[in-house]
């Protein structure tokens, strides 16, 4: 079974809007990252932020975690066209065992 | 460094056939990871390497599969024989580990190799 969850299953926003996407998992965790997924590619590491972090930036990324609600969102600003992919969290709660969410696929229309 | 290779990028073969993928790792990466993603389950965990030695396969879905890692450079993933229902796109991801408390298991996947079995 899939530890994380996102919401929204998709999201279409126009360029230049920010786009938010929100992972919840089920257990405690080390750490949450964000991966990325063009259309036909393999998955890229974003951002990574760790249990006793509640705030994390990256250029245009900004991510949250509230581990008492065990939720996380990324937040995208200033979308482009190129932001189109499948955004996942993942999470290893056991070790190695990277878990991914379902993912949100984004669209941003130029 | 080329990043995780993969092949072959794509393969359609009939149902029974032996289907067999291969990775290369990123070199100084200790951790190997297969794993399967299709639009019904999404991204699946089939099974992970740490110095060439399977530490978790709890993931391979049946007997059929078997994967190994005969040396540093190089892992096999193998379904014998196939069905329709193994269709999917496989991932190979590498790492150097770093999990625990302080650290964290940051994955570098290759571009996957899409599978449809008629």
């Known amino acids: 079974s899939q530890q994380g969850e996102e919401d929204p299953q998709a999201l279409s926003i126009q360029e230049g809007e920010n786009a938010t996407m929100n992972c919840s998992y089920k257990?405690?965790?080390?750490?949450l990252q964000w991966y990325r997924q063009n259309s036909g590619r393999g998955l890229v590491h974003l951002i990574l932020i760790r249990s006793n972090e509640r705030e994390k930036h990256s250029g245009r990324l900004r991510v949250t975690l509230d581990t008492s609600k065990k939720s996380s969102s990324l937040l995208i600003t200033a979308s482009r066209a190129a932001d189109t992919a499948s955004y996942f969290c993942a999470t290893d709660a056991k070790g190695f065992k990277t878990i991914f969410g379902a993912g949100t696929r984004l669209f941003v229309k130029a | 460094d080329a990043g995780v290779i993969q092949s072959p990028r794509h393969e359609v073969t009939e149902m029974g056939q032996e289907v067999t993928l291969r990775c290369k790792p990123i070199?100084?990466?200790?951790?190997l990871f297969w794993y399967r993603q299709t639009m019904m389950r999404g991204l699946e965990l089939l099974i992970y390497f740490n110095n060439n030695v399977p530490i978790d396969d709890s993931g391979m879905p049946e007997d059929r599969f078997s994967a190994k890692m005969p040396n540093a450079s190089f892992s096999t993933l193998k379904i014998q024989p196939s069905e329709p229902r193994d269709s999917a796109v496989y991932f190979c991801a590498s790492s150097t580990g770093l999990a625990g408390v302080s650290g964290a298991n940051v994955l570098t996947f290759g571009a996957g190799s899409r599978l449809t079995v008629l």
């Open positions: 070199s100084g990466h200790d951790y």
């Open positions: 257990t405690s965790i080390n750490n």
